[in-house]
T-cell receptor, first 108, second 115 residues
Framework: DAKTTQPPSMDCAEGRAANLPCNHSTISGNEYVYWYRQIHSQGPQYIIHGLKNNETNEMASLIITEDRKSSTLILPHATLRDTAVYYCIVSRRGKLIFGQGTELSVKP | NAGVTQTPKFRILKIGQSMTLQCTQDMNHNYMYWYRQDPGMGLKLIYYSVGAGITDKGEVPNGYNVSRSTTEDFPLRLELAAPSQTSVYFC??????????????FGEGSWLTVV
């Protein structure tokens, strides 16, 4: 499974868009990019996933570069409740190997 | 539909004791997983299963055993508890979907302390 690299922490002002980057330069053609988040010590929560095309759902948007070596998770209007650790994961066959993630702090 | 249910939520073990963390899911998912998360760290995959009767090692399997006799249940056994196994344990499940991508659903976690 491809390894991912994320910044350890980021800040975002409440109401602004949060853009969380992820590098996955060794990704294979059939590997998906997943984003999960973990609030406090709760179980990780699924956000979004994609293969090649950009994806959007009610929570976020996922932008994947054309060469698929990096992606960006966008929370369009961050709220205080979005403060969490965000994990970018690349996986095939559903097996997820977590990295360290990005700790996002949304500030008033 | 309860999703993924783990028991117990909290447990204190003495060194050398054994115990089983129970996990059950009611979504008829083929894939099930056990992760551990140490303080301030990401999740590490211990074992996973792609269906009843099939299990495989993850990143950190030493000191643990699993079985998958039914689709619903995936218990994790600690045979000789050690302080290094103090952690939060998460069970998860997902629908089969090789090559299609699938979402993994997590339980609420089991806090284990070995003293």
């Amino acid at each position: 499974d491809a390894k991912t690299t994320q910044p350890p922490s980021m800040d975002c002002a409440e109401g602004r868009a949060a853009n969380l980057p992820c590098n996955h330069s060794t990704i294979s053609g059939n590997e998906y990019v997943y984003w999960y988040r973990q609030i406090h010590s709760q179980g990780p929560q699924y956000i979004i996933h994609g293969l090649k095309n950009n994806e959007t759902n009610e929570m976020a948007s996922l932008i994947i570069t054309e060469d698929r070596k990096s992606s960006t998770l966008i929370l369009p209007h961050a709220t205080l409740r979005d403060t969490a650790v965000y994990y970018c994961i690349v996986s095939r066959r559903g097996k997820l190997i977590f990295g360290q993630g990005t700790e996002l702090s949304v500030k008033p | 539909n309860a999703g993924v249910t783990q028991t117990p939520k909290f447990r204190i073990l003495k060194i050398g004791q054994s115990m089983t963390l129970q996990c059950t899911q009611d979504m008829n998912h083929n894939y099930m997983y056990w992760y551990r998360q140490d303080p301030g760290m990401g999740l590490k995959l211990i074992y996973y299963s792609v269906g009843a009767g099939i299990t495989d090692k993850g990143e950190v399997p030493n000191g643990y055993n699993v079985s998958r006799s039914t689709t619903e249940d995936f218990p994790l056994r600690l045979e000789l508890a050690a302080p290094s196994q103090t952690s939060v344990y998460f069970c998860a499940s997902s629908q089969t979907g090789e090559g299609t991508g699938n979402t993994i659903y997590f339980g609420e976690g089991s806090w284990l302390t070995v003293v």
